[in-house]
């Protein structure tokens, strides 16, 4: 696409345009995936229900493709998120970094991975830590009278098996969220910049300076 405005911003020194800037915002979001300490490492997903209530809960920033405009995270796909998403797969994803004084926001369209080649290869990745996230009994926010793991207590002294642990892979998810709105703010002393972004099927078409 031409981009229409050749003004450009300052952060750290270095001058963004539309172009460029689009690209550091995807830059961030990749390195968040990649960077257990970075800031874009865990975002804030919303999702909205039957009664259109919306929820909020954060998850970690998996995987970002930024040529297909791509942002991965995992969860067991008998959670409330799971079932907001299979009866309307928008999803929103938030992502602020005091100290890249960014915040990125996203809406995507959500595609639910369980028992495909992709979640599949997630789940062999896995580690067996974070594989209890998906073993337990109950699904995520049954109501329980004692208070519990929701896993068998053992696991909580010796960490479970391959073996053990697979049983419960059908239970784990990979949701991919293909972005179709991105709105970039950058807080600065001097003033703050904000800029948004769209796209259709992985390429932008539009995008324009906003005030903050
Ligand atoms: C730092 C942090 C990271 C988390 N990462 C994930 C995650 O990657 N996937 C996930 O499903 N839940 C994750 N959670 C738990 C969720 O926030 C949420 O409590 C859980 O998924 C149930 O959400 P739901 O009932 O709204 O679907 C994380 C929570 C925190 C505080």
Known sequence: MNFQSSDSITINAVKYDLQSLEALAWKKLVNGSIKKK????????GTTNENKDSSLRIVVNRKVDEIKKLIFFHTD???????DLQNDNRISLL??????????????????HVNTELSNEKW???????????????????????????????????KPTEAESNLYENNFAVIACEVYDLEFLYLDYYGNRKA?????????????????
Request: hydrophobic letters at 35%; charged letters at 20%; one cysteine or more.
């Open 77 to 83: 796909n008998r959670s409330r998120k799971f079932y």
């Open 95 to 112: 992502f602020y970094d005091a100290r890249q004084k960014t915040q990125i926001v996203v809406k995507a369209h959500a595609t639910l």
């Open 196 to 212: 948004n972004f769209y796209y259709e099927n992985g390429a932008l078409t539009d995008c324009f300076w906003v005030v903050p």
């Open 124 to 158: 062999q990745a896995t580690s067996d830590q974070a594989r209890l996230g998906y073993m337990t009994i109950l699904p995520p926010n049954t109501k329980s009278i004692t208070t519990t793991l929701g896993y068998e207590e053992r696991f909580s002294e010796v």
């Open 38 to 45: 970075n800031g874009f490492r865990t975002m804030c997903v």
